[in-house]
């Protein structure tokens, strides 16, 4: 089994969906394989190794299998991309067209990544391509070419010799099934793309109330969000941040969600949806408070307090923060 080549497959999933419709989704993809891997809010990773030898079908013909189960049980069309690991499949995934599939065989990963911009590689954010293009290193064939020594001396070790493995094609990670966690999750897909930065700002703040206010209703607090950024052209960001204090408090969860936004330079990125997600979740009972010498701590949480009760009266409408009226 270890000798055995691995056939990894990458799937995005066009549309929107609910949490149970992804969970529904992952089970139907655990008949193709038993090793389903969630890339929410939108992708599926596969490890067609083992299902093979079950189906006697090539690994592009699993890939496509798979693909038309999808559309034919739930209308979900797919892009896929097929490759020797997890990161190659999934820049095979980013490369390919709607409805396509773009396969990298092991024997021509390397002259597949050579010409490809460096800012396709998993990691590659704006700071790094930033370094790299101020000495003329716009392609992974140029990452390749270049002595270890000086690519360290641009980036840091650590950095350099991870960028270099990447650049590489090498990918290690299993894909590896596991029972989602307790987590709640808001989104948001926006009617065209969206350039504004105060558009983003208040598309984050909405899911940060939105999450809030079903914590408080499930008596829950949170200890992590995630915040996934989706984009024109099908690729994604995705950041996290473990906070100081499991909460419910929707301020708090703003504020957090923002720093994770502003964190992420869009500035003019051309954005299409917005996904946030709280997880690391406990009863809110059992959850600590850290104390606070400022009234107004405890005055905004009898307001919120408050809020929730009319919200639960007259409807989720009937309270929004001013930063949300329309």
């Not at 798979?66 to 020797?84: E, T």
């Not at 390749?144 to 990447?166: F, M, S, V, W």
């Not at 502003?262 to 979740?281: P, Y």
């Amino acid at each position: 089994m270890t000798g055995r080549r691995r056939h990894i497959a990458h799937l995005y999933l066009h549309a929107a969906l609910s949490e149970a419709q992804y969970g529904d989704i992952i089970e139907l993809m655990s008949s193709v394989t038993p090793h389903v891997q969630a890339i929410p809010p939108d992708a599926v990773q596969l490890d067609l190794t083992s299902a093979l030898r079950y189906f006697d079908l090539s690994p592009y013909d699993v890939v496509q299998l798979a693909r038309i189960r999808l559309k034919a049980l739930y209308g979900i069309g797919s892009s896929a991309g097929l490759a020797n690991n997890r990161m190659l499949a999934a820049m095979a995934a980013d490369a390919s067209a709607p409805g396509g599939t773009t396969w990298v065989p092991a024997g021509q990963a390397a002259d597949w990544l050579y010409p490809r911009p460096v800012t396709a590689l998993p990691g590659v954010g704006r700071t790094t391509a930033e370094t790299l293009s101020r000495y003329g290193l716009h392609t992974i064939g140029q990452v390749i070419d270049l002595p270890a020594g000086t690519l360290q001396r641009l980036l840091g070790a650590g950095p350099a010799r991870l960028l270099a493995e990447r650049a590489r094609g090498h990918d290690p990670r299993p894909v590896t099934p596991s029972e989602p966690a307790a987590h709640l999750v808001a989104d948001l897909a926006l009617e065209r793309d969206c350039l504004d930065p105060a558009q983003h700002h208040r598309a984050v703040l909405g899911l940060a109330e939105q999450i809030g206010g079903r914590l408080r209703g499930e008596r829950q607090v949170a200890g992590r969000l995630t915040l996934t950024v989706r984009y024109a052209d099908r690729s994604s960001t995705t950041r996290t941040r473990t906070l100081s204090e499991p909460t419910d408090h929707s301020s708090a969860l703003a504020t957090a969600a923002l720093e994770l936004l502003n964190a992420l330079g869009l500035q003019r990125a051309r954005v299409r949806a917005f996904v946030l997600r709280a997880d690391a979740l406990l009863p809110a009972d059992s959850a600590y408070r850290q104390l606070s010498l400022d009234p107004g701590d405890d005055r905004a949480r009898a307001a919120e307090a408050a809020a929730d009760r009319a919200r639960r009266r007259f409807g989720p409408e009937a309270i929004r923060p001013a930063t949300l009226a329309d």
